[in-house]
């Protein structure tokens, strides 16, 4: 698709159906030129992002269902499957260079360092594993923490990793230090389904509750919500070049965008003011231009309880 803030100008480009089966994951490649999608039928494909065409197959890339993929630069990509095997490739040699099977269930994400050195991927058995891209090898694995591992994200420069878990915590490890969490952090949500950063450390966490919170990392501090989609499931989180805009997909079978460009300017003071327990949680965006609902219909700032309670007995909305 090609995508506009300005309602009717967004384009279904093309449709692929290569795949047998349904697809699980897609990635665009550093250069942007190409397209690479994972399958539950087991195969990578890899397509060009102008015509759609079918450049590159991989049919029985892995043993079963290939859950996510991670390009790491123009020639090596990963991937990752339902039996926790990961494999690393190079289209040079048009095979896998590095295969490992340490963890136990599905790998949920991948990240990569900015040097393409080092991968990290996270578990649906709770634990984070490090491999060696340069040197093709595994490293080492995490202590397995509560719930299912669902994302994991590079924040501080790259000195920080924070995974997202089923049971709605962020796990925080220092980077040189993966064996176990520094930092733990229980958001007030039921899942943490996806995560992404939007500056250095501010990250958008979608959850099953169908909201999108803007997430302080150090100081740990929920900032509010972004966005929502009234009650479905949050698949996925990505960020526009620039990081002015969030897209978000769901349930619902709706991509929306979200205007974040005021995370950039907000500053976390370590002072934590006292705040009022299981009290609303506060917009941070005006909804997106053209979206037919109010997102924030049931969201009220934080100002607003006092507000009320003085127009206590007036007929007004």
């Given at each position: 698709?090609s ?11 093309w ?9 699980r994951?897609?990635?665009f ?7 690479f ?6 195969a ?30 123009n ?12 494999k ?7 095979d ?11 790998i949920?994400?991948?990240?990569v ?8 991927t996270a578990s ?6 490090v ?42 490890f ?23 950063p ?16 803007a997430?302080?990392?150090l100081?740990n ?5 972004v ?24 349930h ?6 979200w ?6 300017g ?10 009022k ?10 909804k997106?231009?053209?979206?037919g ?9 934080e100002a607003e309880p ?12």
């Amino acid at each position: 698709y090609s995508y506009s803030c300005t309602e009717g100008e967004n384009r279904q480009l093309w449709s692929s159906g290569h795949h047998l089966k349904s697809c699980r994951d897609v990635a665009f490649s550093q250069d942007g030129q190409k397209l690479f999608t994972v399958s539950k039928d087991k195969a990578v494909h890899i397509l060009t992002v102008e015509e759609g065409r079918l450049e590159m197959r991989f049919p029985k890339a892995h043993g079963s269902a290939v859950n996510c993929v991670l390009p790491v630069d123009n020639h090596v990509f990963a991937t990752g499957d339902d039996n926790g095997e990961l494999k690393v490739w190079d289209l040079r040699k048009g095979d896998a260079i590095l295969e490992a099977r340490q963890q136990e269930e599905y790998i949920s994400a991948m990240a990569v360092d900015g040097n393409g050195k080092i991968l990290l991927t996270a578990s649906g058995d709770g634990t984070l594993g490090v491999y060696n891209v340069k040197r093709r090898r595994f490293e080492l694995l995490s202590e397995p923490q509560n719930g299912d591992l669902t994302s994991v994200v590079l924040l501080k420069r790259g000195k920080k990793v924070a995974c997202g878990s089923s049971e709605g915590t962020i796990y925080l490890f220092n980077w040189d230090g993966f064996g176990a969490a520094s930092d733990r952090f229980a958001l007030r949500a039921e899942s943490v389904d996806c995560m992404v950063p939007v500056t250095d450390s501010i990250v958008c966490v979608g959850s099953l509750d169908g909201v999108i919170r803007a997430v302080n990392v150090l100081p740990n501090r929920v900032l509010g919500c972004v966005g929502q989609h009234l009650g479905e499931p949050i698949e996925q989180l990505a960020v526009a070049p620039g990081g002015r805009l969030l897209a978000s997909c769901a349930h619902d079978q709706k991509v929306k965008f979200w205007d974040v460009s005021a995370l950039g300017g907000l500053v976390v003071d370590d002072y934590r003011k006292k705040k009022k327990k299981g009290g609303p949680l506060r917009a941070l965006s005006g909804k997106a231009q053209g979206s037919g609902e109010d997102f924030f219909a049931d969201l009220r700032d934080e100002a607003e309880p006092e507000a009320a309670a003085a127009g206590t007995g007036s007929d007004s909305d």
